[in-house]
């Protein structure tokens, strides 16, 4: 009998430390939250500059036949 209790007590104390990793791991988690609004509009402004680049290469190759 005394084994079972050792043995209940210890899954008891391992599922509490579980826990408090698991809520703690969640926190940092959630505290997380980048802002890449200023990479979002620098990537359209390349976008934008490579599509104008292509379109007067494309334009140019016409004229220079």
């Known amino acids: 009998m005394s084994r079972r209790k050792k043995r209940q007590t210890r899954r008891s104390t391992t599922t509490q430390a579980n826990t408090s990793q698991t809520t703690a791991a969640q926190s940092s988690h959630d505290d997380f939250n980048p802002d890449y609004t200023y990479v979002i509009k620098d990537l359209r402004r390349i976008a934008t500059l490579a599509g104008t680049f292509l379109l007067i290469l ?4 016409f004229f220079l036949r």
């Open 58 to 61: 494309i334009i140019l190759s």
